[in-house]
Protein backbone atom coordinates (compact mmCIF):
# COMPACT_ATOMS: atom_id res chain seq x y z
CA UNK A 1 0.00 0.00 0.00
CA UNK A 2 2.60 2.56 0.83
CA UNK A 3 4.32 1.42 -2.89
CA UNK A 4 1.22 2.85 -4.23
CA UNK A 5 0.70 5.87 -2.28
CA UNK A 6 4.51 6.68 -3.37
CA UNK A 7 3.52 6.36 -6.57
CA UNK A 8 -0.13 8.34 -6.70
CA UNK A 9 2.59 10.68 -5.01
CA UNK A 10 4.98 11.25 -7.86
CA UNK A 11 1.88 10.87 -10.55
CA UNK A 12 0.59 13.89 -8.52
CA UNK A 13 3.77 15.69 -8.78
CA UNK A 14 4.15 15.44 -12.56
CA UNK A 15 0.88 16.35 -13.49
CA UNK A 16 1.45 19.28 -11.18
CA UNK A 17 4.35 20.43 -12.40
CA UNK A 18 3.23 20.44 -15.87
CA UNK A 19 -0.01 22.17 -14.92
CA UNK A 20 1.74 25.55 -13.17
CA UNK A 21 3.53 25.35 -16.79
CA UNK A 22 0.44 25.72 -19.27
CA UNK A 23 -2.18 27.29 -16.94
CA UNK A 24 -2.97 30.61 -15.44
CA UNK A 25 -1.53 30.34 -11.31
CA UNK A 26 -4.64 30.28 -9.66
CA UNK A 27 -6.15 27.50 -11.54
CA UNK A 28 -3.30 25.41 -11.06
CA UNK A 29 -3.54 26.22 -7.06
CA UNK A 30 -6.88 25.15 -7.45
CA UNK A 31 -6.75 21.78 -9.19
CA UNK A 32 -4.05 21.03 -6.98
CA UNK A 33 -6.60 21.57 -4.01
CA UNK A 34 -8.56 19.45 -5.79
CA UNK A 35 -5.70 16.62 -5.97
CA UNK A 36 -5.38 16.50 -2.72
CA UNK A 37 -8.38 17.02 -1.31
CA UNK A 38 -9.24 13.82 -3.51
CA UNK A 39 -6.61 11.99 -1.61
CA UNK A 40 -7.30 13.22 1.48
CA UNK A 41 -10.75 12.03 1.50
CA UNK A 42 -9.77 8.21 -0.29
CA UNK A 43 -7.63 7.94 3.10
CA UNK A 44 -10.62 8.92 5.10
CA UNK A 45 -12.81 6.22 3.18
CA UNK A 46 -14.75 8.32 1.08
CA UNK A 47 -15.54 6.52 -2.39
CA UNK A 48 -14.78 9.36 -5.21
CA UNK A 49 -17.49 9.21 -7.57
CA UNK A 50 -17.02 12.21 -9.88
CA UNK A 51 -14.28 15.09 -10.01
CA UNK A 52 -15.85 18.31 -11.53
CA UNK A 53 -18.93 17.66 -12.46
CA UNK A 54 -20.97 20.15 -14.13
CA UNK A 55 -24.67 20.92 -15.50
CA UNK A 56 -25.10 20.31 -18.94
CA UNK A 57 -24.82 23.83 -19.64
CA UNK A 58 -21.26 24.03 -17.67
CA UNK A 59 -23.44 27.14 -15.50
CA UNK A 60 -22.93 25.52 -12.37
CA UNK A 61 -19.95 22.83 -10.56
CA UNK A 62 -19.40 20.81 -8.05
CA UNK A 63 -15.77 19.88 -7.48
CA UNK A 64 -15.72 16.26 -6.26
CA UNK A 65 -18.67 13.88 -5.37
CA UNK A 66 -18.00 11.29 -2.79
CA UNK A 67 -19.21 8.28 -1.39
CA UNK A 68 -19.34 7.70 2.57
CA UNK A 69 -21.65 4.92 3.56
CA UNK A 70 -25.07 5.68 1.40
CA UNK A 71 -24.56 9.04 1.96
CA UNK A 72 -23.53 10.73 -1.26
CA UNK A 73 -21.52 14.19 -0.41
CA UNK A 74 -20.91 16.62 -2.39
CA UNK A 75 -17.78 18.96 -1.56
CA UNK A 76 -16.28 21.99 -2.70
CA UNK A 77 -12.47 22.64 -2.17
CA UNK A 78 -10.99 25.67 -1.60
CA UNK A 79 -6.67 25.93 -1.82
CA UNK A 80 -4.93 28.84 -1.30
CA UNK A 81 -1.18 29.33 -0.92
CA UNK A 82 -1.66 31.58 2.00
CA UNK A 83 -4.37 32.64 4.56
CA UNK A 84 -3.20 36.01 4.22
CA UNK A 85 -6.56 36.78 3.45
CA UNK A 86 -8.44 35.08 5.71
CA UNK A 87 -9.40 31.02 5.00
CA UNK A 88 -10.30 29.90 1.53
CA UNK A 89 -13.49 28.70 2.13
CA UNK A 90 -15.10 32.18 3.36
CA UNK A 91 -14.94 32.72 -0.86
CA UNK A 92 -17.85 30.51 -0.75
CA UNK A 93 -20.72 32.80 -0.65
CA UNK A 94 -24.84 32.66 -1.26
CA UNK A 95 -24.40 32.76 -5.14
CA UNK A 96 -21.22 29.62 -5.01
CA UNK A 97 -23.71 27.56 -3.11
CA UNK A 98 -26.50 28.15 -5.19
CA UNK A 99 -24.44 27.07 -7.93
CA UNK A 100 -22.92 23.94 -5.90
CA UNK A 101 -26.80 23.37 -5.52
CA UNK A 102 -27.89 23.32 -9.17
CA UNK A 103 -24.77 21.02 -10.01
CA UNK A 104 -26.20 18.89 -7.17
CA UNK A 105 -29.62 18.67 -8.02
CA UNK A 106 -28.95 17.72 -11.33
CA UNK A 107 -26.06 15.09 -10.45
CA UNK A 108 -29.18 13.72 -8.31
CA UNK A 109 -31.32 13.56 -11.58
CA UNK A 110 -28.96 11.34 -13.18
CA UNK A 111 -28.39 9.03 -10.75
CA UNK A 112 -31.62 9.05 -9.13
CA UNK A 113 -29.54 8.91 -5.44
CA UNK A 114 -31.84 9.64 -2.54
CA UNK A 115 -31.84 13.80 -1.37
CA UNK A 116 -32.06 12.57 1.82
CA UNK A 117 -28.89 10.82 1.90
CA UNK A 118 -27.19 14.20 0.70
CA UNK A 119 -24.43 16.27 3.00
CA UNK A 120 -22.51 19.59 1.66
CA UNK A 121 -19.11 19.47 2.85
CA UNK A 122 -15.69 22.21 2.02
CA UNK A 123 -12.24 21.28 2.17
CA UNK A 124 -10.51 24.11 2.79
CA UNK A 125 -6.28 23.90 1.92
CA UNK A 126 -3.44 26.40 2.72
CA UNK A 127 -0.14 25.46 1.27
CA UNK A 128 2.30 26.39 3.60
CA UNK A 129 6.40 25.70 2.14
CA UNK A 130 6.23 21.92 3.02
CA UNK A 131 3.00 20.80 3.57
CA UNK A 132 -1.02 21.28 2.58
CA UNK A 133 -2.67 22.51 5.96
CA UNK A 134 -6.69 20.69 5.45
CA UNK A 135 -9.40 21.77 7.00
CA UNK A 136 -12.85 19.31 6.41
CA UNK A 137 -15.92 20.45 7.93
CA UNK A 138 -19.16 18.21 7.16
CA UNK A 139 -22.51 19.79 6.51
CA UNK A 140 -22.11 23.09 5.99
CA UNK A 141 -25.10 24.02 4.11
CA UNK A 142 -28.38 21.85 2.80
CA UNK A 143 -29.88 20.36 0.29
CA UNK A 144 -33.10 23.00 -0.30
CA UNK A 145 -36.27 20.81 -0.45
CA UNK A 146 -37.16 21.43 -3.89
CA UNK A 147 -34.95 19.23 -5.71
Same mark, same amino acid.
Given at each position: ?? %? ?9 ? %? ?56 ? %? ?37 ? +? ?11 ? +? ?23
Amino acid at each position: MQ %LLEQILGWSDH %LRQRARYKQWPHGKAVGREGEDVAHRYLQKQGYYIVARNFRTPGGSAEVDLVAREGDV %LVFVEVKARESDHFGAPERNIDAAKRHKIVLAARQYLRR +SRHDPHQTRFDTI +SIVFTEDRAEIDHRKGVFGLPDAV
